[in-house]
């Protein structure tokens, strides 16, 4: 099956208002509705038959949602920004290299010239199970994630245990952002409210957002570090188009150290450790690659195998920390 | 070295672009799914999602009823079942009881629109019983009461056992100072070519069908759809239009190309019908899977004294190439050294998965890697340099392999030489710091397979030229480019022999009504055989104008010598033409005492000259029209002994890669740097393409060595796309330098030999070899994924502290 389905309505608002009318309306009439910025992401599943939908709504039309800006010690990116707009904008590279370097490790040009920052902090969960092809996920049984009774990861799962599905979330950019503490504005029918990224997260792989239906991610908010003593390193076979097997966010403080991580769970995992609970740094990066090893319940679901990923959580924290270290001795 | 300018040709030995190249980058070129053909149905395909089950009933009413609907097939609508080869037809171009594998069509809709085609394929309801499916092969080897084919007689899983023995194994491993041995495993994988499988189907208002479909084999093609139609030859016609790709992955007869042409004949219209990249996957067709143990004896002064091995690979549902495939896992080690002690056993299964077929350096890959890293491991032991070892081994020109392959030209020696000294490989071979290592490899592949697949005695290739009254030249032959370049080497051959301008010469190939026989596209015989077909009608067509040049300037016509009889001839590897047999051999000398060129034909010892029109129109007198014909047939050659004619080949190309590369030991990711490649190719007709040839293999070998593999779960593709399927991009190519290796091959056209496939095997060992120059680990599992480069030195490191463990015992006592 590679072509879209036929029967779904297509409107694309040009205001927030427009957009909230809009949903409202569908939220009455039961009518089932997607949003789709870059649709890089949203395409596939519904040319898979993951997605069924009655209406698509186009975010492309809200140009308030664009532009990446600096306001005093923030810098505020709108959602709808392209990755490649982030890669390439002068405020990033000067205030937050970091983050232009995890969107830049976003699959390949031509989709990074679609698909939108705002697209990627809620990029839905994988699976080799269910992004398939109608054939392949008929020929296992339906999963958690497809509607279904069972998990072809964890074979024991069953409906009832805390986490059902074990999908894991994929985004380059959402541990970036994390570590810089970035808040992002929601925008929905009880109006904008500002949340932190950390709290937009829940460890389910069949949807681990915390937003409510209807609402879209307007903006990210982030305070401008004093110095941004950040790394991110990406682990896939190839050094373009693949999702993260691993992704490893680090960043330096002079209170210590913290750590995100994307690519295992279905959640992000975020990790802290502070100078003065260590005797020495090389302590604490000991001790936070261990938490950090911790986090990861992977499962095989991915080119690498489950303990190889595991064992780079390390590693790559650990290259990070020397990066951070060379890079401000120079 | 380069010795094209010395030859003095016009048109062959100089870096020339593709005759298509022009129209493919200006998006001009039509492939077979760009084709509009009037009104055409759409087909679609219902594929099964299981790999092993009986299908109770299919109920096609639904989507019969379905409006826009104008037919439906299943697997009752054939009679035939077919295959590429005449010994294993075991295919159906629909499921009829059983399905044997994920993806396999059970039924097929030919509507108005493809939408409406795609909702009738929704429509069919398909009762399945789920059966006991074998995905693995050693299992698959195992007594079964499930066999995948009792319909061919067959009570288990076995498609084909291959056992040869040559020489005496034991006293071979006798004579050796070192024996190694190993088991190494290869994951399936994927041609990955660029344009996925399609086809249209024409037809007439006599019932005649025009079939556009994007394959290699257009000749085995006809055939096959003959057999399955059951309509004769003639009332079908294939043609290929510009191809996207085929690495063997195109090289079959497919199910999808009978249920267009069953459509179009029972329905009366046009059809349409291409595939999904998933489609592709589910076809497959790729690179078997495979298990294999060898054994090498290596003697210092002898190299290597006996080669044994024992072979499983995994098949999938049907047959395809399979039998060869089996046979070439085993032969194609009778190159690039001598082997005098030698046996394989190969045994080729019937899983429940797609089936594995032909594909880029076919069933030599996966043994060439085995040796040549097992070769490395005798080197290493014997504290011998393995480059300067090869050196040492490769065959002599003009041997007979073990198994009586009869090697002619070979030109390895020199380029091997030369990218030692390119790559400094003797200060750096075991010299460079940890994580940086280099490493050689070689390999030998046919020139095409001397025998054809259906046996008969017809030439091989046979090219027919003609000459427009205003001197235009048109060659003709049914050679497949699948986007090689073999049009504008047949061009290529053509204007040599003539004098003319590639510019002044078209080319017509693959349309089975128009061009003359060509068995198709594969195992690296298009440029021996089409080659010299092509330069043989050239040939007999200077002898037209130089006779007609001879009547206007009132000269004898120059006598031609003959060979004694055509079997003597073909042993000595001779050149000369026998006209009056109408038979010209391989590459023949034509010098005839005239020079062709500017537009002139020049008497050399009379220095008198016409033109090429008035020779033209001198020779029309003749005959009305300019027609020629060249054929090429392979020698007679080979040994007596059952299995003999696989593998054997008029020549054979030989390779050595040289590859340097960075490991990380604490990732395990393996950077390919450098690749320095020196392919003996006979005389290069166009180096531009062979240079092409070298970096796509390149790439390719890159795919297998380190990221590519199907992966199932019982029996289920789990990675049926580009995205999860993973073929290199392109940052990860390494530098590559080509290093000219040449020789005269006696029987090639102007010496030329095979470029397309050998290049492949040898470039995934050497990539192996230099990773054990770099951090001393032995890799043995293709692909070679950082987690087994981990896994491998973990091993390596236990096993050290293990020594000195008992070693601080044993000085403890």
């Given at each position: ?330 | ?29 039509l492939y077979t799914d760009?084709i509009?053909l009037?009104?055409p149905?759409?087909i ?29 097939l299943?697997?009752?609508d054939f009679k035939n079942t077919f295959g590429v080869l005449t010994i294993s037809k075991d295919e159906p171009a629909l ?10 069509p059970?039924?097929a ?86 344009e996925?499988h399609a086809t249209q189907v024409e037809i007439d208002?006599r019932g005649n069908i025009t079939v556009y479909s994007a394959t290699q084999v257009p000749h085995y093609l006809h055939m096959a759809m003959a057999e399955v139609l059951e309509i004769p030859e003639h009332r079908i016609r294939i043609i290929k239009p510009h191809l996207?790709?085929g690495?063997g992955g195109k090289s079959d007869p497919f199910p999808h190309e009978m249920i267009a042409a069953r459509f179009a004949l029972d329905?009366g219209?046009n059809v349409k019908l291409k595939f ?7 076809s497959?067709h ?32 049907y047959g395809s190439f399979?039998i060869v ?30 089936m594995?077929g032909a ?89 095409g397979s001397?025998l054809p697949i259906h046996w008969n005695k017809l030439p091989a290739s046979t090219v027919r ?10 060659v003709y032959s049914g050679a497949s480019d699948i986007g090689q370049?073999s049009d504008?080497?047949l ?16 080319v017509i190939s693959a349309d089975t009504r128009i061009t003359p026989v060509d068995l198709g596209s594969y195992s690296?015989r298009v440029?021996?055989m089409a080659?010299?077909a092509s ?94 014909s060249?054929t090429y047939r ?180």
């Open positions: 099956m590679s072509s879209l389905p036929e029967n779904f309505d297509y409107v694309r608002p040009a205001t927030l208002d427009q957009l909230s009318a809009l949903v409202t309306e569908y939220q009455q009439k039961d009518r089932s509705f997607a949003f789709s910025a870059g649709g890089t992401d949203l395409i596939p599943k519904l040319k898979t038959r993951l997605l069924n939908l009655d209406s698509l709504i186009s975010l492309n039309g809200l140009t308030e949602l664009t532009g990446i800006e600096k306001h005093a010690h923030h810098i505020t990116i709108g959602a709808l920004s392209t990755l490649s707009e982030v890669a390439d904008s002068d405020l990033i590279s000067q205030y937050l290299p970091t983050l232009g370097d995890a969107a830049r490790k976003v699959a390949s040009p031509q989709i990074r010239n679609r698909a939108t920052i705002g697209g990627n902090i809620m990029v839905d969960n994988r699976c080799s199970y269910i992004n398939q092809s109608p054939i392949n996920r008929e020929s296992h049984s339906p999963c958690f994630k497809a509607g279904g009774d069972v998990c072809h990861l964890v074979k024991s799962a069953k409906r009832g245990d805390e986490i059902l599905c074990q999908a894991r979330f994929v985004s380059d950019t959402a541990p970036v952002l994390l570590l810089l503490d970035a808040k992002i504005t929601i925008t929905g029918a009880a109006g904008p409210r500002k949340i932190k990224l950390a709290e937009l997260y829940l460890n389910d792989g069949i949807d681990n957002k915390n937003i409510n239906s209807g609402e879209v991610i307007t903006a990210i908010d982030i305070e401008i570090p004093d110095k941004c003593r950040m790394d991110y390193q990406k682990l896939a076979i190839r050094n373009a188009l693949d999702f993260p097997s691993l992704g490893v966010a680090v960043r330096l403080s002079d209170n210590g150290v913290s750590v995100a991580l994307t690519g295992l769970n279905p959640r992000p995992g975020v990790f802290q450790a502070d100078t003065a609970d260590y005797d020495s740094f090389d302590n604490m990066i000991a001790a936070i690659c261990a938490e950090a090893m911790g986090f990861a319940v992977t499962y095989q679901q991915d080119f690498f195998p489950r303990g190889y990923r595991k064992d780079m959580i390390a590693v790559f924290i650990r290259r990070g920390v020397d990066r951070i270290m060379k890079e401000s001795k120079t | 070295m380069d010795k094209a300018a010395d030859n003095g040709y016009k048109i062959i030995g100089k870096p020339t672009p593709l005759i298509d190249s022009r129209a493919k980058v200006m998006g001009q070129a760009d509009r009037h009104n149905l759409t679609k395909i219902l594929r099964s999602p299981h790999p092993s089950a009986n299908i109770l009933s299919v109920d096609i009413t639904a989507a019969l009823a379905l409006p826009g609907v104008r037919g439906v299943t697997g009752a499921a009829r009881t059983v399905v044997r594998y994920e993806g396999e059970v039924a809709v030919a509507a108005e629109t493809a939408e409406i085609a795609d909702k009738a394929v929704e429509l069919i309801k398909v009762d399945y019983q789920l059966t006991d499916g074998v995905f693995d092969s050693r299992r698959a080897l195992k007594a079964t009461d499930h066999p995948l084919h009792p319909e061919l007689g067959r009570e288990n899983n076995l498609h084909k056992k291959v056992l040869q023995e040559f020489g005496d194994i034991d006293q071979g491993f006798e004579q050796a100072d070192v024996v190694v041995e190993k088991r190494f495993r290869f994951a399936s994988i994927n041609h990955a070519f660029t996925p208002n996207g790709g690495f329905l219209r999904s990249r998933e489609d592709v996957f589910f497959h790729g690179r078997h899977q495979t298990d294999l143990t060898m054994k090498l004896g290596f003697c210092k002064e002898k190299g290597i004294t006996a080669l044994t091995l024992d072979t499983l690979i995994d098949g999938g549902a399979g495939t089996t046979y070439y896992n085993g032969v194609l080690l009778q190159g690039p050294y001598k082997v005098p002690n030698f046996r394989f056993h190969v045994n080729r299964l019937y899983t429940n998965k797609p594995c594909m880029r350096g076919h069933g030599g890959v996966n043994p060439r890697f085995a040796s040549e890293v097992l070769l490395d491991m005798a080197c290493a032991e014997c504290d011998l340099d393995p480059a300067e070892t090869r050196l040492r081994f490769i065959l002599k020109e003009n041997t007979l392999t073990t198994n009586e392959f009869r090697v002619t030209s070979v030109g390895l020696q020199n380029g091997l030489r030369e990218a030692m000294k390119r790559t400094d490989w003797q200060r750096k071979y075991g010299k460079l710091p940890f994580g940086k290592g280099i490493g050689v490899a070689c390999g030998f592949f046919i020139s001397a030229i003609t000459l427009d009254h205003d001197g235009g030249v048109t370049g504008t080497m061009a290529q051959m053509a204007a040599e022999v003539l004098g003319q301008p590639m510019d002044n010469v078209k690296s440029t021996f080659g010299n330069r043989n009608a050239a040939i007999r067509m200077r002898r037209l104008l130089v006779e007609a040049a001879c009547e206007l300037l009132d000269m004898t016509p120059p006598e031609y010598d003959k060979p004694d009889k055509p079997e003597d001839y073909f042993r000595q590897g001779g050149r000369k033409p026998d006209f009056d047999q109408g038979f010209l051999g391989p590459n023949p000398d034509y010098a005839d005492g005239f020079i062709f060129e500017d537009g002139l034909i020049r008497s050399e010892r009379h220095n008198a000259s016409v033109t090429w029109l008035e020779a033209i129109e001198k020779a029309l007198e003749f005959q009305g029209i300019l027609q020629t060249g392979a020698p007679k050659m080979g040994g007596k002994f059952k299995g003999a004619g696989a593998g054997l080949s008029p020549s054979y190309s030989f390779t050595a890669f040289i590859v340097e590369v960075t490991v990380d030991p604490e990732t395990g990711f393996i950077k390919v740097d450098k690749a320095t490649c020196a392919h003996d190719c006979g005389f290069p007709l166009n180096p531009l393409a062979v240079n092409g040839q070298i970096e796509g293999c390149i790439h390719m070998g890159l795919g297998q060595a380190l990221m590519e593999e199907m992966v199932y779960d019982n029996g289920a593709t789990q990675n049926p796309s580009f995205l999860e399927y993973k073929i290199p991009s392109a940052f990860e190519q390494p530098v590559v330098d080509i290093v000219p290796t040449y020789s005269d091959d006696s029987e090639g056209p102007f010496g030329a030999k095979e470029a397309g496939e050998g290049i492949l095997a040898p470039v995934i060992p050497a990539i192996a070899n230099a990773v054990y120059d770099a951090v001393g680990i032995r890799l043995t599992q293709l692909p070679m994924r950082p987690d087994r480069v981990l896994s491998a030195l973990a091993r390596k490191k236990k096993t050290r502290e293990k020594k000195t463990r008992k070693k601080k015992k044993e000085a403890k006592r």
